[in-house]
């Protein structure tokens, strides 16, 4: 249970504040990603791609784990349905983009649908869903935002600790095409493919 209501709002505004500034910083990279050439500016264009990567799991799994979770208590279940779907669509693109060389002919527009597709997501959450949740109540903040502190500590320390994936050779995202024992087959290829275009169209339609 909350301490007391004033805590409480104070592990609201401090959950919700830094979920927004991972949305800017999804923004931000984005938008550098923009302004570079591929082909001059590949290593940077990697790097901007790898670390955003690493960045979404991160928020996606907070999300995923215990925002969403606890705003199915308190706000219209369909919400939090779209939510999820949406970043289930997420996920297969940014699997697709760690299976890529980032030489890849389609390696930048790739980043770029998840961009916009996430993007678009960002909106409605910050426009619809997070309005919603100041107002909801019944909801421990305070037991959230120490869950989250802790969760988001624990995910960064295994993009740490792990092997290649960046740029720099740090973070977790390690990309398959690399390991001559993560060959991927035409069929899940082919599977994937499938559920990015039918996920794009519904966000075309959207828009």
Known sequence: M????????QARSRVIEQLIAD????????RDF???DPGEDAERCEAIVRQ????????????EELLYPAAREALDAA??????????????LIEQLQEMDSDGDKFPARFTVL??????????????????LRKARGLDWEAMATAMDER????????DGSDGGTADGGGELQN?????????????TSELQSRVDISYAVFCLKK
């Open 2 to 9: 909350p301490s007391s209501p004033r805590a409480n709002s």
């Open 23 to 30: 949305h800017k910083r999804v923004r931000k990279a984005y």
């Open 34 to 36: 923009q302004k570079l």
């Open 52 to 63: 955003t990567l690493m960045e979404l799991q991160t928020h996606t799994t907070l999300e």
């Open 79 to 92: 919400l939090i349905d779209e939510a999820e779907v949406e970043h289930e669509s997420a996920h297969t």
């Open 115 to 132: 961009c916009e597709y996430v993007l678009h997501h960002v909106k409605e959450e910050e426009k619809e869903m997070f309005p919603q």
């Open 152 to 159: 988001r500590a624990e995910l960064q320390g295994e993009e």
């Open 176 to 188: 398959p095409s690399d390991d001559e024992n993560a060959p991927r087959s035409e069929e899940h």
